[in-house]
DNA sequence: AATGAATGAGGGTTCATTCAT
DNA sequence: AATGAATGAACCCTCATTCAT
């Protein structure tokens, strides 16, 4: 009896289903985001978490809060997975760039391409959870990246950005191409690809500069409304080393 | 004679404005479907031409039109810069992996990830017209890539596909973005980066196989409707070399 | 020289070429209302006609314009049928009714059913043109049904805008169904049919009352926006007689 | 066990007002059917159903859904008015014809216009409901001519798809019209007339010859795209009997 | 707390009408 | 005078979001 009223007291006791219901929707949705983007129908993100529309709303009042909370999720697996690789890194530095080769593989299939609208202006920057995290996962591969840089493996004009967006791009899925099945195999040929060229010796030279993750949302967040496009290519040293 | 050669002239001329209108159409697309894919709202490409919706549909019946149309054009403009780089590989082929990078950096700036529904449902994989593209830009680039092998300097792991298909990625403005100029530089970083990873001597051993163009269409239009989505890297080895 | 002066004095000299396109688009229309309504696509009328699209516009500044006169040109066509039956039921008062017969079938094919405009919003009832054919055409038909009704071969209580709406409503086209070449026999039968239950003796007892075109317009004139739509079936004589 | 079957009842009960709403949107497909035709403007069904566009949608995925739906609720109340009619044929067969012409009568309340999709490209033909619904309409229909028939009060030369279409045709509003309390005493003097060229003895020979409506329904679906139209009036015999 | 239903806004497409050649 | 081209309004349909049960 006093147990109930203890518990009805916690004014926000969530209910077992509610709570169960609140994962299958983020997972829903970091799977979606994945394949199609954060515009993603809601409608049918609820449907592939077995609920209501309405329920999604009565977890996350607005779109905006759902990417949140998925890029949130993200965050946090990616950054788990980029300390355990560096654990691995730190036991045998002579493996430090397979250990980084490991982290961004697995990366793929904790769904970091949902991590695309942390770049974008899906989610607010400034909010303390997604600083919060930012921080946690730019530190964690920073470190890995630090670790194989020490190892001598890793080439060193790059940063946590380069690795980042880069990875983000070659996993996005290609639009308006659904789930593709036969795609996964093509991403981690490119990630091999990537990840060579980030060995070291290096075998270029590299135009503009290496950017962490924050000087890359100050950047996006300062960006004129539009602007023509025009390459900077044939104004930057880009010859081979 | 010279009459009626005016006349008819004048019977089959489009008119100037008419003519100008449908260059601005596919060009607006074309910057459109790189920043949003071939799902870009139509009225939004109408606007950034500079006409009515309807004008649109005058010159393209419906979507599938204008896209087959934009991916053609692109086409031609990729492969005559990987033509040209061919002739520029033979002239020096010890500056054959240069001439690769020059035409990577190059087609950045002719919109290249406007192909990507070159992979998707978006356009019919039969047409003719668009089935003879692919064979042209498949043989300029395989021949570009295939003096930068025969120079030693491709790793020989690695087919067309792979190229294109990381490109497109690669170029591909960020969700939500808009058009970013910062973001350009970045491009270049990773396409250098990823080039890098193309040179010989191979850094690691590469997961799936090297696909060409044709394949690839091959592959999504074999595809079923709708699976679970399971990476292959744990089956797969990933060693370093 | 000077016959060319007179011709140019005369303001609206209508070139040959233009008066052979007014025609067609007017022959053109009608077949497409008759078909497909009066809201048939002006562009597929210039497109039947043979003509671009602005020059139905130059003929007939609006869609009101171009039913105007096709209804004015079909009144005429069936006019005339209907004075021609009127001299054949003079001839032989004996097949009065069968010159009604005839008048009635071969007004199909002259389109009668284009004549539906004529009692809907799409005309100007008081344009004195429309009045003018509307006249003469209730008093072919009316001269020709008193010739029947002299002959003693035509009941006594209908009037001719019985016979008139009810011959546009038998001739109409299904909605939705395009062009049923396979219907038209249908629509004779169902004119025999109703043509039986014109004749004396009378078989039944008729609800409402007999009316004249003039009469009808005037109640469409007079009708309010929006009424609930009952039926007054039950509260009329309807016995056999 | 109570508990357990009004938590079951709450599963499976469609909500009060979505079942009205239902009914709302039938009821004024209905109305608009029989005035418009099948492609009758949807936003203004919803309009008139008093509810908002997209419910349209949520109760009927598409337009042929809808359209499917009118037809059946139309095809069951008139089968259902046709086998009273039966039983009143039947009770006093000298009264027969009076049972069609009280069919007849009371069908057009029941707006048997909407029928005229069943006649066009609008409906699937297969779909094993309206095939049923077919059936019985065209049962009962055909039921009640053969009493009167029996009674030797109908002409034998016509058939249940010659008294169904101009039925229809007979009791659909003039195009542009609305909907014209006036004109509803019209529909009936014309049905009557039409009633009265039913009876025997039969007073013309007929052209063409009697359908079902599963005839009419082959012909519409073989018909080729499109074909000049031509009068067979010329070439039947039509003459007096 | 969960849900089915309702809705309005937005994008796709057609078509009557106007404009420029 | 004739025409191809351009346009905006209307309609179809989807989807994020709100409402009522």
Known sequence: ????????????????????????????AREMFVEQGPEAPLDEIARRAGVGNATVYRHFPDRGELVHHVVLSVTDRVSALAET???????????????LRGFVHTAVDERIGALCPILSEAVDPDHPDLHAGRIRLEDAVEGLMARVRAAGQLRTDIAVGDLMVALSQLTRPLPGAGCLVDFDQFVHRHLQLFLDGLM??????????????????RDIDERRPRQPRNSDYSEEGLGQK
Chains 1, 2, 3, 4 share one sequence.
Do not use: C, K, W, Y
Not at 9 to 23: G, I, K, M, S, Y
Not at 205 to 215: C, I, K, N, S, W
């Open 1 to 28: 009896m006093e147990t109930a009223t203890v518990a009805q007291r916690r004014t926000t006791r969530p209910r077992a289903d509610a709570l169960r219901n609140r994962e299958r929707i983020v997972t829903a």
């Open 85 to 99: 690789a560096i654990a691995t890194a730190e036991a045998d530095p002579g493996a430090a760039f397979e250990a």
């Open 200 to 217: 070291t010796p290096a075998r270029s030279e590299l135009p503009g500069h290496a950017a962490t993750l924050e000087e890359l949302r």
